[in-house]
């Protein structure tokens, strides 16, 4: 079963971000109070704890939630064999995938604290179709 392991979030672009209870999500806007929010196409960010561990085995330490910028960690699920298009029941949510990956940003803080950062690889980005509240333990089901 493919769940939430954390939700995170932060007030600046390029950081770290915190693990939070529970986040809503709004519709077409992303995570309530995150700096990435807004009426585009990279609302939420979700990365897996299998890409995470990948960092962590190549021997980037202190690794947890958050450290990618990603707004949810995701188990069980390969998120960048995702098609865009893809639509994803989250806890109360549904979202749709928008991109796979990304450019890391100059000054990129994740890159300067763990050497490397796998976001731009194996990291997706969705916008918020129906809004709700996600928690870690909620469970993750493709829809189509």
Same mark, same amino acid.
């Given at each position: $079963?493919? /769940?939430?392991? =954390? ?5 600046? &672009?390029?950081?770290?971000?915190? @693990?939070? +209870? ?32 990948? $960092?962590? /085995?190549?021997? =980037? ?5 958050? &450290?990618?910028?990603?707004?949810? @960690?995701? +188990? ?69």
């Amino acid at each position: $079963m493919a /769940k939430v392991t =954390a939700v995170n979030i932060s007030e600046t &672009k390029g950081v770290v971000k915190e @693990t939070i +209870e529970k986040g809503y999500f709004q519709l077409n806007h992303g995570l309530e109070g995150d700096a990435h929010a807004g009426s585009w196409h990279r609302q939420v960010s979700l990365l897996a704890q299998e890409s995470i561990d990948k $960092m962590i /085995k190549s021997g =980037a330490e202190g690794l947890t939630p958050g &450290k990618f910028a990603e707004n949810i @960690t995701t +188990e069980g699920i390969v998120l960048y064999d995702l098609p865009i298009g893809t639509k994803l029941k989250i806890g109360e949510t549904e979202m749709e995938v928008t991109q796979i990956g990304k450019e890391c940003h100059k000054g990129c803080a994740i890159r300067e604290l763990v050497g490397d950062c796998v976001m731009p690889r194996e990291g997706i980005f969705a916008k918020v179709l129906v809004p709700g509240w996600v928690k870690a333990g909620d469970e993750i089901t493709v829809i189509s």
